[in-house]
């Protein structure tokens, strides 16, 4: 038995190698030619799974490690009889975590104050309920677009993208990427709708780089035709248009899930569908242990003085700090895979002790319902 591995997928060296032969590769390197005499691929979205690269082969399933499965040709691969696994949710508190810290970020850059904010959630799934629920812990209202969840559950608790664009802020993105269907997401945002947001918005994307044109978007930024934007993720990865880059508020290179937490889970299912499929007795098996960041995961914050919003931004800045990633992409903009591939450890806040002096109940509460554990 052969399987195929992407070789920055953590956790996994050691793992498969009692029940079979293991290659790790860099996932561009995966080619026709090795994954030919392969039972199973495990893979991240730099490895593009089509015909190109399957037929002939004796693949019998593939396992991403991440949310999204646009670089699997599902079509192709089921009627051929590949099975294809996804980890829906595995990173969901990263990207929760993420969108958070950026929006801490951008509340002390442009002095902004959370109760005065309205944050547009586009894409309610695993990530973008998370988003919301973070948003409205932080004390945003927050209003949610998801065509699909509207038809399937009722209208209710749902606006339309143009309520969207009208009324909220901050517009953050969470969908899937879809070219063709009544759902379509390639340049949901694009130029006539980038246009009509108004030089007063906030735009953010860390679903996939061609939800939004990143031409138009440069183009509006440039003429302040928009007040600001950050990107995770980029169109023609990894090599960010470097206008773009320089015109962004905060640009990191595509990591908003990979907090070791987040890249954990995804290592955990991919192994669990490959055990499933071939019959591999690692059905229940994860990581005996997540390494420590390196910041403490043991501080404390004198609440005296401080109001909500500074305390939150606190305990949250130090989990994460997007502008350590955005410093480290505008210096090398050439080194966008490396910094993804060598990213170092992040833990998500529920890997944090918090010690609150001079609490009141309300900052104790909402600390602990953003995942800390609140002494």
Not at 144 to 170: Q, T, Y
Request: net charge negative; glycine share 8%.
């Amino acid at each position: 038995m052969k399987i195929v591995c992407d070789n920055k997928i953590p956790f996994l060296k050691g793992v498969l190698e009692p029940y079979a032969e293991v290659v790790y590769l860099p996932g561009k390197e995966t080619t026709a030619e090795v994954v030919r005499d392969a039972d199973a691929l495990i893979t991240r979205t730099r490895t593009i799974c089509d015909e190109n690269l399957l037929k002939g082969s004796r693949v019998k399933i593939i396992a991403t490690a991440t949310i999204g499965y646009d670089h699997i040709d599902t079509a192709w691969c089921e009627s051929h009889g590949i099975v294809w696994k996804n980890a829906p949710g595995c990173n969901s508190s990263s990207v929760q975590q993420y969108i958070a810290s950026l929006l801490c970020t951008l509340a002390k850059r442009f002095s902004l104050r959370f109760s005065d904010l309205t944050l547009g959630v586009v894409g309610v799934g695993h990530v973008g309920s998370k988003v919301a629920r973070a948003a409205s812990l932080l004390g945003m209202k927050v209003l949610l677009n998801d065509p699909p969840r509207a038809r399937k559950e009722g209208p209710e608790g749902f606006v339309s993208l143009d309520e969207i664009c009208e009324k909220a802020d901050i517009i953050t993105l969470h969908t899937p990427l879809q070219k063709t269907g009544p759902d379509a997401t390639w340049h949901l945002f694009d130029r006539e709708r980038i246009s009509r947001l108004g030089p007063e918005k906030i735009l953010i994307n860390s679903s996939r780089g061609p939800v939004v044109d990143n031409d138009a978007l440069r183009d509006a930024l440039l003429s302040g035709a928009l007040k600001a934007a950050a990107l995770d993720t980029w169109e023609k990865e990894p090599l960010p248009d470097a206008d773009l880059l320089g015109a962004l508020a905060i640009a990191t290179p595509h990591i908003a899930g990979y907090s070791a937490d987040g890249k954990a889970g995804g290592t955990v299912a991919s192994v669990h569908a490959v055990a499933q499929c071939l019959g591999l007795p690692l059905t229940g098996w994860k990581p005996s242990a997540i390494p420590s960041p390196a910041q403490s995961l043991d501080f404390t914050i004198d609440c005296s003085g401080k109001e909500l919003q500074d305390i939150l931004c606190e305990a949250l800045l130090h989990t994460y700090d997007p502008l350590t990633d955005d410093r480290a992409l505008r210096e090398s903009p050439a080194s966008f895979e490396k910094l993804r591939g060598d990213y170092p450890v992040r833990r998500e806040p529920h890997a944090f002790t918090l010690h609150l002096l001079n609490p009141t109940e309300k900052a104790s509460s909402t600390l602990s319902a953003l995942g800390f554990k609140v002494v």
